[in-house]
C-alpha cells in the first residue's frame, strides 16, 4: 500500500468509525425519548382534537376557545396579559437586577459566599414550602402588614395584601422577584467567572469604573449565557402555574394561562366537575403554537446580537 | 491571613465602587432576612406545640419539643412513615442523578462535537421540546409506565426512566463541550485513541465541574419531586411527597411536627448545597445557543 | 489524597444505590398475591386500597382486624394499600390495567368517575356482555352479615338512607343500567357547622329561619366586634366553593328535591333536554337561594384576611371560637381532632336553617316559620303545626317539613367497588357484607368520625361527642333526604363542563366574586346565568357530542 492511497482511505474509514460512534451513543437516548416523551405525549395532541366519546375527529374543543375567549367575563385574556406581563418583568426589571446584585457577589463584596447560599434557598427549598413561607410572610397580622403599618401605606386589612383584587397579582409578581434571584445568580455567576483575568486587569489599569466595566465589559462577555436565560423564561410563558396555584388559585386577577390550563386538567381527572382533558389539550395546543415563533424569534435575535462578541 | 486580604481588596476598591457595593449590601442584608426570617420561623415553631403555636405564632417556644421530631419519623406516608420515604428519597435521588447525568453528557458530547446529518435538528429539537405545555398526558403516561411497560412500582426497571438524554442538563453540557477547546482531543486521535477513550478519558474530565454543579442542582430537584413517587411509585413515596401530600392535613399531624418534616427535607440539601457550592458558582453557565 | 475521596464517594453512591434497589425489589411492588391452595385464582385475601384523605384511616385498620378475627377459621385475611394523597383519578387509571397489572380487591376512593371507566370495560374484560366493576347486586339485596356470621334482618339496600341508595344504582345509556357497581360507605353531609359557645355568648339562638340566620350574622357582627369574634369564617382561598352548600339545600328547599334533581339533569318540564335543557336554569328556587347568599355573604362578617384563608386555616378560627359558623363537611373533627379535640368535638353541624321566603309564600310570619320548624324537629305531625301556626295549611306543613329535612351531602364522592377481575372476589364481597352490618358500622362509628349511610339500630357508642350526635341526628331521623351534586350529574354535565354558574370567571367562584364585587347581586348573576345557558346551549351540545 502505497502512503498515498492509506491517505486516500483514511478519511472515509475514519468518518464510518466516526459515525457509528455517533450512532451508538445517540442511540439509546433517542430511542428513549421516542418511547418516554413522544409516545406518552403524542396522544396529548390527538386529545384535542377528540370528545369523550373518545373516537371521532373533531374542532370542537377549538371552537369552543375561541368562544369562550369572546364572553364578557373570560378569564383567557386577563390570563393571556398577567402571563405576559409577568414575562416581561422578569426579563425588563427582574433581569438587570438579578445581573447587578450578581455582579456585586461577583466583585466579592463583605459576605458574598454566605449570600450566595442564602439567596439559593428558595430553589432548595421548592415550591411548596416557599409560597407557605411567602403566604405566611404576608397574612393578615403578619410581618409585612406591621411593617406597612409603621411606613403608614394604605391597605385594606379586611382584604388583606392576598385577597384584595387590586394587589393580589402584584404579590404574585413580587413573589417571583423574591424567590427568582437564586436560579439565575448562579447561572450568570458562572458565566462572570469564566471571563479572563486579563481583561480585568487591563481594564483595571485603564481605570474603568464601575458601570463601564458591568456594561461595557461583561454583559457582552456574558450575552450567551443572557440569551439562554431569556430563551428558558420564555418556554415557560404559557406554562407558568406555580405561583398563583400555589397562592391565590381562586384570583381571576392572578390567573395566568398556564394556571388557566391547568385548572381544567386538575379538575379534569376529579370527575367531580364534569371537565374533560380535550379541551384544556386543544389550549395547550393553541398556546404552544403562539409561543413556538416567539422564541425562535427570539433566539434569531440574540443570535445576531451573539455574533457580534466571540470570545 | 483571610481578613488582611478582605481589607486589601477594600482598599483596592474605587470610591465609586464602595458606594455601589454598600448601598447594594444593605440591600443584601434585607433581602437575606426576609429569606432567613421565614425558614427560622418554621424551625423554631417546628419545636412547639400545637396549642402554643396557634396561640402565638411569633413567639419562641417555651420548651423545646423535640420529639415532635420524634412524632415526625413516624407519620405516616401511604404504606410506610417518614423514615421509609427519607430512604426513598436517597435512593430515588441518587440514582436520578447518576444515571441521567451518564447518558446526558454522552449525547451532549456528541451532539456539540461531531458533524453528522440531523444534528442541529436533534439540538433544536430539545429546546423546543421545552415549550411545551405538557396538558392531559397523564393517563397516556400512566398507561404507558404502568401497563405497556410495566415498569412503575419497580425500581429494577424504574432507572429506564432516569437514562433520558435530553433536558436542561443536555443544554448546559452542550455549550460546555462546545466551548472547550480540542487540543487534547485532536492530539489523542492522532495518537491512535477510540472516540470513547477520547470522551471519556479527556473531554469528560475537563467539565467535570460542571457536572459536579448538575449533579448538585438536579440532587436538589429530584430531592423535591414528588410527581413521580405520587403517579408512578406509589409504594415508595418520597419525603417530597409527604411534604406535598401532608401540607392540606396539616392540622390533623399537628402543623409543628408538619413542620418538623419540612426541616426533615430541607437540611440535607442546604447541607449539600453549601459544600458544593464554590464549585456550582463557578461553573454553572452556558455558552449560548449556538447551531 | 483527592483521587482515595472520589473513591470513597463513588463506592458509598454505589452501595446507596444497591441497597436501595435491593430494598425496593424486597417489598412486593403490585403483584398478584398467592392463591389459596384449592382454587385456581382464587385467593382469600383481600387487598383494598384507600388513601389517607380527610377521614383517616384508622377506621379501616380496626375493621380489617375485626374481619380477620371473624374469619379466622375460614383464613380470610385482609392486606391494606394505603396511598399517600388523593388518587382518584390514578385509581382510574389503576384499574383500567386489568388482572395482570392490578391486585387490588377493593377500592374505596373518592373522585372515581364510575361511567368514565365502564366505558372501558370491553378493553380490559374482553367480553360483550361483563362490566369491568363487578356487580354487588347479589349482597347489596340481601341482609348484611356482622362478626356472628348469621344474615341481619333487613337487606343492605333496605336500610340505606334515602339518596344514598339511590347513589348505588348506576344510571347510564348502556346495558348495565340499573345495576349496583357502587356502595357509598360515607355519608360526607356537609353544611354549617357552628360553634355554639359562640351563640351563646352574645345570647343568640341557633337559627331557624334564615331570616334568623342573617340577623344572627348581624347581631354577632356587632357585638362580637370587641372581641375579634365573627359571626363565621370562610376559605376565600381556595374554598370559597363550599358556599355551594348552602345554596343547592336553600334552591332545593324552594323547589323541592325534584326540582333540584332537574336542574343537575338537566331535565326541562318539556322533558326534551337536547332542545329545552336550558331551561332549568330559570327555575326561581335559583333565585331566591342566591338573594340569601347576597345577604349573608358580606366581608364584614367574618375575620380580616378570610379572602385568602386556606380551608384548614380558616377552620382553626371555628374550633377556637373566633367564628360562629362556617359552611364545611362532618369530616371537620377528624381533621382537626389532633389538637382540638375538645372545642371541635362540642362543635356542631347545624340543619340548615329554611328559607324564609317559603314561609313567606306559605302566608305566615317569620316567626311561625320558626315555630313550624321547630316542630318539625320534635317530632309533631303535619296536623298538629296546623294546629298550632294560625295561617299554615296541610300544604304549607308538608313543604316546610320537606324542606327541613333537607341535608347536602358530597356523599356519593367515596365509593366502595370491587374490580370484575378481582381474584378474591367473593371474599371481597363477605368483607363488604361485615363493614355493612352493624357491628361494621359500630366499629366506623367508633375509630372514625363519620358516619355510613345505613340505617342502625342503635349508634350507640362509648361517649358520643355533640359533634357526632348532630351528624347522626341531621341523617339518621328516617326523614332526613340528601341532595349531592355529583353523583347525579347528567351526561350533559359531565362531558361538556357545563357546570352550576358558567357566566361568571370561574364557575362556583361566583361566591367569593359576590364578596368582593357589588356588582354580583343575586338577580344580576340569575339573569346573565340563564341568558348565557340559555345562547350557549348549542355549543356544550356540541362539547358533549350530542348534537
Not at chain 1, 385574556?77 to 426579563?91: A, H, K, M, Q
Not at chain 2, 411545551?132 to 412500582?153: D, F, K, Q, R, S
Not at chain 2, 440532587?219 to 417530597?240: G, K, Q, R, V
Request: one cysteine or more; proline letters at 4%; aromatic letters at 14%.
Amino acid at each position: 500500500m502505497t502512503s498515498k492511497e492509506k491517505r486516500v482511505r483514511l478519511p472515509s474509514q475514519k468518518r464510518r468509525r466516526e459515525l457509528l460512534f455517533v450512532g451508538l451513543a445517540l442511540f439509546w437516548p433517542i430511542m428513549q425519548f421516542i418511547v418516554f416523551w413522544v409516545v406518552p405525549n403524542f396522544n396529548s395532541i390527538v386529545m384535542a382534537f377528540r370528545v369523550p366519546d373518545g373516537e371521532t375527529f373533531t374542532i370542537v374543543n377549538f371552537q369552543r376557545f375561541f368562544h369562550e375567549l369572546q364572553q364578557p367575563n373570560s378569564p383567557i385574556i386577563p390570563s393571556f396579559w398577567n402571563s405576559i406581563i409577568l414575562f416581561v418583568v422578569n426579563i425588563f426589571v427582574q433581569f438587570p437586577l438579578v445581573i447587578l446584585l450578581t455582579y456585586v457577589l461577583f466583585k466579592k463584596v463583605y459576605g458574598h459566599k454566605f449570600f450566595r447560599v442564602i439567596f439559593y434557598t428558595p430553589a432548595i427549598l421548592g415550591a411548596s414550602v416557599t409560597t407557605a413561607l411567602y403566604r405566611y410572610l404576608i397574612s393578615a397580622n403578619g410581618p409585612v402588614e406591621h411593617m406597612l403599618d409603621w411606613m403608614g401605606v394604605e391597605y385594606s386589612k379586611q382584604l388583606g395584601l392576598l385577597g384584595n383584587p387590586e394587589t393580589v397579582f402584584l404579590m404574585i409578581v413580587l413573589y417571583g422577584f423574591w424567590t427568582g434571584v437564586g436560579t439565575n445568580m448562579i447561572m450568570i455567576l458562572g458565566a462572570m467567572n469564566r471571563v479572563p483575568d486579563e481583561i480585568f486587569d487591563s481594564a483595571r489599569i485603564d481605570g474603568v469604573g464601575f458601570w463601564r466595566e458591568l456594561f461595557q465589559i461583561i454583559l457582552p462577555m456574558i450575552w450567551p449565557t443572557l440569551t439562554t436565560l431569556i430563551i428558558f423564561s420564555m418556554t415557560g410563558i404559557f406554562t407558568n402555574s406555580a405561583a398563583t396555584m400555589l397562592l391565590a388559585p381562586d384570583a381571576p386577577e392572578a390567573s395566568t394561562i398556564g394556571w388557566y390550563i391547568t385548572r381544567f386538567t386538575m379538575s379534569a381527572g376529579s370527575g367531580l366537575t364534569g371537565e374533560i382533558l380535550n379541551y384544556p389539550a386543544a389550549v395547550g395546543l393553541i398556546f404552544t403554537a403562539i409561543s413556538f415563533p416567539l422564541i425562535m424569534f427570539t433566539k434569531w435575535l440574540c443570535d445576531k446580537i451573539t455574533n457580534t462578541v466571540e470570545y | 491571613m483571610g481578613k488582611r486580604l478582605k481589607a486589601s481588596r477594600w482598599n483596592l476598591r474605587t470610591r465609586q465602587e464602595r458606594i455601589i457595593l454598600s448601598v447594594i449590601f444593605v440591600i443584601f442584608v434585607v433581602y437575606a432576612a426576609t429569606l432567613i426570617y421565614p425558614f427560622i420561623w418554621t424551625a423554631y415553631n417546628s419545636l412547639k406545640n400545637t396549642r402554643e403555636f396557634n396561640r402565638d405564632q411569633f413567639a419562641l417556644p417555651a420548651v423545646l419539643q423535640w420529639e415532635n421530631y420524634e412524632k415526625a419519623f413516624s407519620v405516616r406516608v401511604g404504606n410506610t412513615n417518614i423514615v421509609g420515604a427519607l430512604i426513598n428519597s436517597v435512593w430515588m435521588t441518587v440514582g436520578s442523578v447518576v444515571f441521567s447525568l451518564a447518558v446526558t453528557s454522552l449525547t451532549a458530547y456528541v451532539v456539540a462535537r461531531y458533524k453528522f446529518p440531523g444534528a442541529t435538528l436533534v439540538y433544536s429539537i430539545s429546546v423546543f421540546i421545552q415549550t411545551i405545555p405538557l396538558v392531559g398526558t397523564m393517563p397516556a403516561n400512566y398507561e404507558l409506565l404502568h401497563m405497556t411497560l410495566g415498569i412503575a412500582n419497580k425500581p429494577l426497571l424504574w432507572w429506564l426512566t432516569w437514562t433520558g438524554g435530553f433536558g436542561f442538563s443536555f443544554l448546559m453540557l452542550y455549550s460546555a463541550f462546545k466551548n472547550l477547546s480540542w487540543n487534547y482531543a485532536e492530539a489523542a486521535f492522532i495518537d491512535g485513541a477510540s472516540h470513547f477513550r477520547v470522551y471519556a478519558k479527556i473531554m469528560l474530565p475537563m467539565v467535570k465541574p460542571i457536572l459536579v454543579a448538575m449533579a448538585v442542582v438536579n440532587a436538589i430537584s429530584a430531592w423535591n419531586d414528588y410527581m413521580t413517587s405520587y403517579m408512578y411509585m406509589t409504594d415508595y413515596p418520597t419525603l417530597a411527597l409527604a411534604v406535598y401530600s401532608l401540607s392540606s392535613q396539616a392540622s390533623r399531624i399537628g402543623i409543628p411536627v408538619y413542620f418538623a418534616i419540612i426541616m426533615l427535607t430541607v437540611i440535607p440539601t442546604l447541607i449539600v448545597f453549601a459544600l458544593f457550592q464554590e464549585t456550582i458558582m463557578q461553573n454553572m453557565t452556558t455558552g449560548g445557543l449556538k447551531g | 489524597m483527592l483521587k482515595k475521596t472520589k473513591r470513597m464517594v463513588a463506592l458509598v453512591l454505589a452501595l446507596l444505590m444497591t441497597v436501595g434497589l435491593l430494598a425496593g425489589c424486597g417489598t412486593e411492588g403490585n403483584t398478584p398475591d398467592n392463591p389459596s391452595p384449592d382454587g385456581a385464582g382464587v385467593s382469600k385475601t383481600v387487598v383494598i386500597r384507600c388513601n389517607e384523605g380527610g377521614f383517616g384511616v384508622q377506621w379501616l385498620h380496626a375493621l380489617a382486624e375485626a374481619f380477620e378475627a371473624a374469619y379466622q377459621e375460614e383464613g380470610y385475611k385482609v392486606k391494606l394499600d394505603i396511598i399517600a394523597g388523593s388518587q382518584g383519578a390514578l385509581n382510574e387509571q389503576q384499574i383500567k390495567l386489568g388482572p395482570e397489572k392490578n391486585d387490588t380487591d377493593i377500592y374505596i376512593t373518592g373522585e372515581f368517575n364510575v361511567p368514565s371507566v365502564m366505558q372501558f370495560s370491553y378493553k380490559v374484560m374482553k367480553d360483550e356482555s361483563t362490566a369491568l366493576l363487578e356487580p354487588l347486586d347479589d349482597i347489596y339485596y340481601a341482609p348484611a352479615v356482622g362478626a356472628d356470621k348469621q344474615p341481619e334482618e333487613k337487606t343492605i339496600a333496605e336500610r340505606f338512607f334515602p339518596g344514598f341508595a339511590d347513589a348505588n344504582i348506576y344510571q347510564s345509556d348502556d346495558q348495565w343500567n340499573g345495576k349496583v357497581f357502587t356502595m357509598v360507605p360515607f355519608v360526607n353531609s356537609t353544611g354549617i357547622a357552628v360553634n355554639p359557645s359562640v351563640f351563646e355568648r352574645y345570647g343568640v339562638k341557633l337559627p331557624k329561619t334564615t331570616d334568623e340566620l342573617i340577623a344572627a350574622a348581624q347581631t354577632i357582627s356587632e357585638k362580637g366586634k370587641a372581641d375579634n369574634v365573627y359571626p363565621y369564617v370562610w376559605a376565600g382561598n381556595n374554598a370559597s366553593s363550599y358556599w355551594l352548600y348552602l345554596w343547592e339545600v336553600l334552591f332545593a328547599q324552594y323547589s323541592g328535591v325534584s326540582g333540584y334533581m332537574d336542574f343537575l339533569m338537566c331535565n326541562p318540564d318539556s322533558g326534551d333536554m337536547i332542545k329545552d335543557g336550558w331551561q332549568v336554569y330559570e327555575d326561581t328556587g335559583i333565585l331566591e337561594s342566591l338573594k340569601v347568599m347576597d345577604e349573608l355573604l358580606n366581608l364584614d362578617y367574618s375575620a380580616d384576611g378570610a379572602v385568602n384563608f386556606t380551608h384548614t386555616e380558616a377552620q382553626h378560627y371555628l374550633a377556637v371560637g373566633e367564628a360562629g359558623f362556617m359552611v364545611t363537611g362532618d369530616w371537620l373533627l377528624e381533621e382537626m381532632e389532633q389538637d382540638y379535640y375538645d372545642e371541635v368535638s362540642n362543635c356542631m353541624m347545624l340543619k340548615t336553617p329554611v328559607l324564609s321566603v317559603i314561609g313567606t309564600e306559605c302566608g305566615i310570619t317569620d316567626e311561625q316559620l320558626s315555630q313550624a320548624v321547630e316542630m318539625v324537629d320534635t317530632g309533631k305531625t303535619d296536623a298538629d303545626m296546623v294546629a298550632a301556626v294560625s295561617g299554615l295549611t296541610e300544604e304549607g306543613a308538608a313543604r316546610i317539613r320537606a324542606a327541613r329535612n333537607i341535608y347536602p351531602s358530597i356523599g356519593a364522592a367515596v365509593n366502595c367497588m370491587i374490580p370484575a377481575y378481582s381474584d378474591a372476589k367473593d371474599v371481597a364481597k363477605v368483607f363488604l357484607q361485615f363493614m355493612f352490618s352493624e357491628d361494621g358500622c359500630r366499629i366506623v362509628r367508633e375509630e372514625g368520625t363519620a358516619l355510613m349511610p345505613v340505617a342502625c339500630e342503635s349508634y350507640d357508642v362509648e361517649n358520643p361527642t355533640p359533634f357526632m350526635d348532630s351528624v347522626v341526628n341531621l341523617m339518621n331521623n328516617g326523614e332526613a333526604t340528601a341532595i349531592f351534586e355529583t353523583y347525579h350529574s347528567a351526561m350533559m354535565r359531565t362531558r361538556s363542563g357545563l357546570s352550576f354558574f358558567n357566566y361568571s370567571t370561574y364557575g362556583a367562584q361566583v361566591f367569593r366574586s359576590m364578596f368582593m364585587n357589588e356588582e354580583y347581586t343575586a338577580q344580576y348573576i340569575y339573569e346573565t346565568e340563564k341568558q348565557y345557558v340559555k345562547e350557549s346551549w348549542a355549543n356544550y351540545l356540541a362539547y358533549a357530542g350530542l348534537s
